[in-house]
DNA sequence: TACTATTAGTTGCTAAAGCAACTATTGCTA
DNA sequence: TAGCAATAGTTGCTTTAGCAACTAATAGTA
């Protein structure tokens, strides 16, 4: 642990220790030659669970930048684990679904991050993450 | 808050609530016309801690890659905030150090930072902050 | 001393963040 | 119904993240 680690406020806290955990999914991925992100992987996570859903509320339930998630979702689409559908009633909107490659991704991703999950919450108990949770809500909700 | 805030891991969540700190601190500098973003501020104001400093130790202290740091300095050299010197006993390593400008920055921008740290820490106690920095550090170190 | 390994820093690349400006469509209202 | 506002999404731009490959300099070793 680097000396500025202990020493310093939230903020860099939070960004150090965010840094780390996305650098060790990453190369977990990578180790396992997954060929996708950690955000691309939020996405499809959230495709999986949500089944249909516009860009827009793919951005909201991830609280990524609607241009963010277009541009992952292009991505995405390149890989062939996505499909775009326009909306016939609304002509604007465009819903997005994970093709039967992307499930197989989900399901063939997912047991590593439940394995890395597990691996960063080690020694931490069920009050540390409810403490958390309450305190990174405090934090979010004082936020104008 | 949205309602995957409350229901999800905390990976989501620490992702969230930096994207939402980082955010309100953009549009603050934005909004009194500070001419700086939040991670040029970061390094500042470990150049300032630090005096005289290198791009790996202050890569080291930030917890950003030496890239990132080398860059980010390269538009702070521009804006004349920091200035570049070369070590003369080692002819591989360059000193980094505040202009008279960047201490100004420092100074001017100083303030804004606590005020911003006390609105997000709001209803929070000692314990809680105690509590957080605990966790955070358990997690980061479980992270092989 | 010559050769090799290590270290400091930069550059090129791809990905992600977020603002501004844009197109296309839909909804609202005079 | 015509005109304007609001909404969905894309594109352009700058910034940050991090890997790989590179140059230059220093340190270590046969």
Same mark, same amino acid.
């Given at each position: 642990m680097t000396d500025t680690f202990v020493s310093n406020p939230s903020f860099f806290k939070l960004d150090a220790t965010l840094k780390r955990i996305r650098n060790y999914w990453q190369k977990t991925f990578d180790a396992h030659k997954k060929d996708i992100t950690v955000d691309q992987w939020l996405l499809i996570e959230n495709l999986y669970?949500?089944?249909?859903?516009?860009?827009? /509320? =793919?951005?909201?339930?991830?609280?990524?930048?609607?241009?963010?998630?277009?541009?992952?979702?292009? &991505?995405?689409? *390149?890989? /062939? =684990?996505?499909?775009?559908?326009?909306?016939?009633?609304?002509?604007?909107?465009?819903?997005?679904? &994970?093709?039967? *490659?992307?499930?197989e991704k989900y399901k063939d991703v997912r047991p590593l991050v439940l394995e890395m999950r597990k691996t960063g919450w080690a020694g931490l108990t069920e009050n540390d993450y409810a403490d958390l949770t309450r305190i990174l809500d405090v934090i979010y909700n004082n936020i104008p």
């Amino acid at each position: 642990m680097t000396d500025t680690f202990v020493s310093n406020p939230s903020f860099f806290k939070l960004d150090a220790t965010l840094k780390r955990i996305r650098n060790y999914w990453q190369k977990t991925f990578d180790a396992h030659k997954k060929d996708i992100t950690v955000d691309q992987w939020l996405l499809i996570e959230n495709l999986y669970k949500h089944k249909k859903i516009t860009h827009n /509320e =793919l951005a909201r339930v991830t609280s990524k930048d609607i241009t963010t998630v277009s541009r992952i979702i292009e &991505l995405l689409v *390149k890989k /062939e =684990l996505v499909v775009r559908e326009g909306s016939p009633q609304d002509r604007r909107k465009v819903f997005l679904q &994970l093709t039967a *490659k992307g499930s197989e991704k989900y399901k063939d991703v997912r047991p590593l991050v439940l394995e890395m999950r597990k691996t960063g919450w080690a020694g931490l108990t069920e009050n540390d993450y409810a403490d958390l949770t309450r305190i990174l809500d405090v934090i979010y909700n004082n936020i104008p």
